[in-house]
T-cell receptor
Framework: KAGVTQTPRYLIKTRGQQVTLSCSPI?????VSWYQQTPGQGLQFLFE???????NKGNFPGRFSGRQFSNSRSEMNVSTLELGDSALYLC?????????????FGSGTRLTVV | DQQVKQNSPSLSVQEGRISILNCDYT??????FLWYKKYPAEGPTFLIS?????DKNEDGRFTVFLNKSAKHLSLHIVPSQPGDSAVYFC????????????????FGKGTLLTVNP
């Protein structure tokens, strides 16, 4: 079956702009989580969506937001981009959001802010 | 405050030998641990996991050991192969939400493993 699909794979944006990233989970998975990977901080949890509701949120400013659609696809939005937002953004999907029942990552979107 | 630490940024081993990757954690609420392997420009790929009720879990060439009293886990790869060369992440989770499920991962910063032919 198809894995987790993230689009686009690469993005270059200018400071101050906003960006939207997309994640299509594995068919049947209802939970989508987002992570940011940077060289200095490693992988950090952004938020988790389940059945179109944000259930959990990490320690990121309000410029980072997301949503989930009825087909479980999720989008993540970053407004007023800063240079420090340059990172690999990863999403992971799971059946119910429980990690011990399987948690699969996509290949990520590489965002560069210039 | 880094709750999951991988103190070795890199490790180099010879093909056929054992690779041992280490991970320490500070949060005593963590009850589920995972190892992921990551190649450049790809997402992390799940390798093996262990629940806190166990001290060892094996899957083929991969074995994870958990020492709860020391808050330490390790991943053993035997025998190591050149295709194992990648960044290995240790991750942990705790039952933090009201539903009682593990919903988020806290990652270490990774160890770059190089297996030389």
């Amino acid at each position: 079956k198809a894995g987790v699909t993230q689009t686009p794979r690469y993005l270059i944006k200018t400071r101050g702009q906003q960006v939207t990233l997309s994640c299509s989970p594995i068919s049947g998975h209802r939970s989508v989580s987002w992570y940011q990977q940077t060289p200095g901080q490693g992988l950090q949890f952004l938020f988790e969506y389940f059945s179109e509701t944000q259930r959990n949120k990490g320690n990121f400013p309000g410029r980072f937001s997301g949503r989930q659609f009825s087909n479980s696809r999720s989008e993540m939005n970053v407004s007023t981009l800063e240079l420090g937002d340059s990172a690999l953004y990863l999403c992971a999907s799971s059946l119910e959001g429980a990690i011990d029942y399987g948690y699969t990552f996509g290949s990520g979107t590489r965002l560069t802010v210039v | 405050d880094q709750q999951v630490k991988q103190n070795s940024p890199s490790l180099s081993v010879q093909e056929g030998r054992i690779s041992i990757l280490n991970c320490d954690y500070t949060n005593s609420m963590f009850d589920y641990f995972l190892w992921y392997k990551k190649y450049p420009a790809e997402g992390p790929t799940f390798l093996i996991s262990i629940s806190s009720i166990k001290d060892k879990n094996e899957d083929g060439r991969f074995t994870v050991f958990l020492n709860k009293s020391a808050k330490h886990l390790s991943l053993h790869i035997v025998p190591s192969q050149p295709g194992d060369s990648a960044v290995y992440f240790c991750a942990a989770s705790a039952k933090e939400n009201s539903g009682g499920s593990n919903y988020k991962l806290t990652f270490g910063k990774g160890t770059l493993l190089t297996v030389n032919p």
